[in-house]
């Protein structure tokens, strides 16, 4: 599957549970939403993702992505230490200039 770069750096920042690499896909002005939660700017997504790697130890494994001009779908099979893992989420990204502008992560 080819991904562009920034979306292969999530996943493998992901993966090594790196928060700052993760954080580092994002602008400075990026969102996340996820569980009903919205963060805005790096430094809350950094603290977001750290808190979710050290309760849930969640690992990434990409099985689809799709690309438009308007946004882009990465469906991956998440696993780690949560009920029901793992579990297959979709990640709808925003990309601009190389950087990941917005993430709304659904089931």
Not at 13 to 38: H, L, P, R, W
Not at 49 to 73: C, R
Not at 78 to 83: A, C, E, N, Q, T
């Amino acid at each position: 599957m080819n991904l562009p770069n920034v979306v292969s750096d999530l996943v493998k920042a992901q993966n090594m549970y790196d928060s700052a690499a993760y954080a580092n896909c994002f602008s400075e002005i990026a969102t996340v939403a996820d569980e009903g939660k919205t963060y805005h700017g790096k430094a809350e997504i950094k603290r977001w993702i750290e808190a979710a790697n050290e309760n849930y130890k969640t690992v990434m494994k990409p099985i689809d992505f799709k690309e438009s001009e308007e946004q882009s779908v990465l469906k991956a099979e998440i696993s780690g230490s949560f009920p029901g893992s793992p579990v297959v989420l979709s990640y709808h990204l925003e990309l601009v200039d190389g950087m990941v502008q917005s993430l709304k992560i659904t089931s």
